[in-house]
């Protein structure tokens, strides 16, 4: 379903580019969620070429987006990321809190030791009193549809909906969040066809689409 134009004219989607920091990032942690004493690596670095993977396939989502009438803001739109905030995934969120954003789409790529892994996944925050339980609902109705759009424009083997707690960036957003694993970076057939412009544009096609839906369903 595509949103009406003024339901999308009303709504700003912030899409999180996944990775991009510089390398010494990964070695400086940050609090997992507010007020918490658990630390977490601000940036790991990801699946080997990752953070260009997720860049190029947020580029050719804000376009789609942008052409349906939402308005977009980007996390990150080079090679590295630099918000007022900080440079870590407490700072990604705030930056989409702060545009009090209908919706927080993370892109990202998997990896594995298993090489044979394959397929396509959407990670959603896990309800946790005073972190995500206001985002919580909205959230896994958001993953539920990108996930069946992703999987519909790109034929991608369907790995489901995935709880998590742990993710930093889920737990200090104070809007809906999702987090797309669009393939496995390690696997020989999705890296090629992650590495294509014609399989990251139905990814693009994909998450537009399950946002167009997502902001169509019912408040």
């Not at 080997?48 to 009438?69: D, S």
């Amino acid at each position: 379903m595509i949103a009406a134009a003024g339901v999308a004219a009303a709504a700003l989607i912030c899409l999180d580019p996944g990775h991009g920091t510089p390398p010494a990032i990964g070695r400086q942690t940050e609090p997992i969620g507010p007020g918490s004493h658990v630390l977490k690596v601000k940036d790991g670095g990801g699946a080997h070429g990752e953070a260009a993977v997720a860049l190029a396939i947020a580029k050719r989502t804000r376009a789609l987006l942008l052409a349906r009438g939402f308005r977009v803001a980007m996390t990150r739109t080079g090679p590295t990321i630099d918000l007022p905030d900080g440079d870590g995934n407490i700072a990604r969120a705030r930056f989409c809190n702060r545009r009090h954003a209908a919706l927080m789409v993370r892109i990202h790529a998997d990896g594995s030791s298993d090489r044979s892994l394959h397929g396509a996944s959407t990670l959603v925050p896990a309800w946790h009193r005073g972190w995500t339980d206001d985002i919580y609902g909205r959230s896994l109705l958001a993953g539920r549809a990108v996930q069946k759009a992703v999987v519909a424009a790109t034929g991608a083997l369907d790995r489901g909906i995935v709880r998590r707690s742990d993710l930093t960036g889920f737990n200090w957003a104070n809007v809906p969040a999702v987090l797309v694993e669009t393939g496995f970076l390690s696997n020989p057939n999705d890296s090629r066809l992650l590495h294509t412009p014609s399989y990251r544009q139905r990814v693009a096609r994909g998450l537009a689409n399950g946002v167009s839906a997502f902001v169509g369903l019912p408040r």
